[in-house]
């Protein structure tokens, strides 16, 4: 199997091999060098990709392919999301798939796992913190994409969120009127953002960005609001009480809920830049993807920059 395009060795081989070359270089200088290797190069880190096949319309995303679409864009690494609920895709995704294929590429492809919250498993919590945990030592960064057809703060989803939290697991959710279903205001995410403070929540689809805007309808919920941003949204309210509350910029809703108000986009992305995360959702050959291009059109800061194109996922997630 092809290896990834950005090699990296370890701190431990490159001190020896550098040693053995009679390089001369002290300890300390051997291991500035490695720290200035400690990421692959590139400008982004993309908080949300797929491979396999998703959709039954489109074709299957192979790692390798993940990988040169990335090397295209400037992508240092990308967080593989399965699919296991029956509502999120035409084919599963399992973890253990994910897992996997990503093993060759840990450098760049980072894992998460999932569980759907109807998924019969044995014990309780303890048992659902018991399958996590084995996700977590296989290498799962995080729990997601959580996409179920059933309500934000349902009880069995309230479970999976107590379990990510003792399990440390970041979870990446899908909003909208099919899946983690809620009302205008998200009084359900609010909630689950308040019973399980010790759970990071990272914000994803329609449901989710359309909150963006003040004074939203339940149609808005399932789809792409255009026209000025009102004040008073559901995504600032929370961010503002919720410290564990955090957004992924992925998808055509992401772009959306960003380009239909330039200036409260940018305005936007300048006041949560601690808690923004640039994403895609990449998942098969030959996407259109507007993040690319409108991200870069804004004119942000580069402080800003850094932190939503991949500081924030990188410290979220402790990658290296």
């Not at 509502?87 to 998460?112: C, G, H, M, Q, W």
Request: aromatic share 8%; with cysteine.
């Amino acid at each position: 199997m092809q290896r990834s395009t950005s090699f990296r060795i370890s701190r431990r081989d490159f001190v020896r091999q550098a040693a053995a070359a009679g390089a001369g270089l002290s300890l300390a200088a051997a291991t500035a060098r490695v720290e200035a290797r400690e990421f692959p190069p590139g400008q982004y880190v993309d908080m949300h990709t797929h491979i396999g096949q998703t959709w039954n319309t489109g074709e299957p995303l192979t790692a390798e392919g993940l990988l040169r679409w990335m090397d295209d864009n400037q992508i240092s690494q990308a967080i593989v999301l399965p699919l296991v609920s029956p509502e999120s895709s035409a084919y599963p995704i399992t973890p253990n798939f994910v897992l996997k294929e990503t093993k060759p590429y840990r450098d760049r492809l980072i894992p998460f796992c999932s569980v759907d919250p109807r998924t019969s498993y044995r014990d309780g919590l303890k048992g659902l913190v018991g399958m996590l945990e084995k996700y977590a030592e296989a290498g799962a960064k995080g729990f997601g994409e959580h996409k179920p057809g059933v309500r934000v703060d349902d009880d069995r989803n309230m479970r999976i969120y107590a379990a990510c939290g003792e399990v440390k697991l970041p979870l990446l959710f899908h909003l909208d009127k099919q899946r983690n279903l809620d009302e205008p205001g998200l009084p359900g995410l609010e909630r689950a953002l308040k019973e399980h403070p010790d759970t990071i929540f990272i914000g994803h689809g329609p449901g989710w960005w359309a909150s963006i805007s003040g004074e939203i309808t339940e149609a808005d919920l399932a789809g792409y609001p255009d026209g000025p941003v009102t004040p008073g949204g559901a995504i600032d309210t929370l961010m503002a009480k919720y410290p564990n509350l955090y957004g992924d910029l992925s998808a055509g809703s992401g772009a959306n809920a960003i380009s239909r108000d330039p200036e409260f986009g940018r305005e936007f992305l300048i006041r949560r830049a601690d808690r923004l995360m640039f994403g895609t959702d990449y998942l098969a050959p030959g996407q259109d993807v507007p993040q690319l291009t409108l991200f870069r059109s804004m004119g942000l800061p580069a402080d800003v920059q850094a932190k939503i194109f991949r500081d924030n996922a990188r410290q979220l997630l402790g990658l290296s």
